[in-house]
């Protein structure tokens, strides 16, 4: 019995690899250059609320508190990658060229909604427990 082998077709490149690595490439240049800012950004509201009650958080400081800051921290830039889920279709749909010009938009409203995270998180979870 012969079993037929697949062919290549013809509508589709020798592989589909290269230009997945190009879409990433392209997504990774925009969002890990916006991660900085992320990043900074987030580290404002931390210090901010510090600095706004810092006699209330003194306390806060040792090295127990510093490990689940970096442990949120760690989240925080786990959720930033959600982003690449959101992109890299959009970067190989129909729409890329509008979605390439608008998604900064995406960043934006993430880091927004990051910010209120941040801020309910230690309002709520951690400034009523600090003794």
Same mark, same amino acid.
């Given at each position: 019995?012969?079993? #037929? +082998?697949? =062919? +290549?077709? +013809?509508?589709?490149? *020798?592989?589909? #690899?290269? &230009? $997945? ?9 925009? %969002?890990?250059?916006?991660?900085? $800012?992320?990043?900074? !950004? ?6 901010? %609320?510090?600095? @706004?009650?810092?006699? &209330? ?6 090295? &127990?508190?510093?490990? !689940?800051? @970096?442990?949120?921290?760690?989240? @925080? *830039?786990?959720? /930033?990658?959600?982003? /690449?889920?959101?992109d890299i279709p959009m970067v190989s749909s129909p729409?890329?060229? =509008? %979605?390439?010009?608008?998604? %900064?938009?995406?960043?934006? !409203? ?6 209120? !995270? #941040?801020?309910y998180w230690i309002a709520d979870e951690i400034y009523?427990?600090? *003794?």
């Amino acid at each position: 019995m012969d079993v #037929a +082998q697949p =062919t +290549q077709s +013809q509508d589709f490149p *020798n592989s589909p #690899a290269p &230009h $997945f690595r190009v879409l990433l490439a392209g997504s990774i240049r925009f %969002w890990e250059i916006r991660r900085v $800012f992320y990043n900074l !950004l987030l580290a404002a509201v931390v210090l901010i %609320w510090i600095a @706004a009650s810092w006699p &209330h958080f003194r306390p806060m400081f040792n090295l &127990h508190s510093l490990l !689940l800051l @970096a442990i949120f921290a760690l989240i @925080a *830039n786990a959720c /930033y990658c959600a982003a /690449y889920l959101a992109d890299i279709p959009m970067v190989s749909s129909p729409l890329a060229d =509008t %979605w390439i010009r608008r998604r %900064w938009i995406l960043w934006l !409203l993430g880091t927004l909604f990051a910010i209120l !995270l #941040a801020n309910y998180w230690i309002a709520d979870e951690i400034y009523p427990f600090v *003794n």
